[in-house]
Structures are given as C-alpha cells and as structure tokens.
C-alpha cells in the first residue's frame, strides 16, 4: 500500500449525506466505484476538547473501481456542520 502524507484532496459527492461516494475524481480521473467497505470512524479524544481544538472526525472507506483498483478514502467532517465536510485519499493498495 502507497500512504500520503499528506493526504491528497478528492472530488467525491455522495449521492446522500454522510454515506460513502459512488464515484471521485482524482488528478482529473473519474473513478466510479463497484464495491465500498466502511465507515471505519476515527475520532479525536472527547476529553481532550478544553486543551485544544479537535480535528474534525474522519471516516475511512476502503473503495474498488471499476477498473479494479483500490483505494482509501476518507471525508473528514460531516455534513451540516461547519466546515462543510472535505474528502481525501490516504492511500492506495497494490
């Protein structure tokens, strides 16, 4: 698997909010999916909000195109809250 740090932003609409995407366009490449695996939560620590400010949650998606590539995907955020949710790739699987 090829990580990236940092992540690298996507264009990934969902078809309903705080659902995984059917389809991201990455370096100008429009990836429709077949087959979704997650959400796989990850969020910051509730007893660390007086300290400092939180990192918005992320939820991880492992994600198959169509031409049977893999990939990680994650939206941080969700939807209705400020700021509006982002989508990122972290990774990909050989």
Not at 16 to 21: N, Y
Not at 52 to 70: F, I, K, N, S, W
């Amino acid at each position: 698997m090829q990580i990236f740090d940092p992540p690298q932003p996507v264009l990934a609409p969902a078809e309903v909010p705080d659902h995984p995407p059917n389809r991201f366009i990455w370096r100008r490449v429009d990836h429709r999916l077949v087959r979704v695996e997650g959400p796989e939560r990850l969020a910051p620590e509730w007893w660390r909000r007086v300290q400092a400010p939180l990192e918005p949650t992320r939820d991880y998606y492992r994600v198959e195109d169509q031409e049977g590539r893999r990939f990680w995907l994650f939206r941080s955020g969700f939807y209705g809250e400020e700021p509006a949710p982002r989508w990122f790739l972290h990774g990909v699987f050989a």
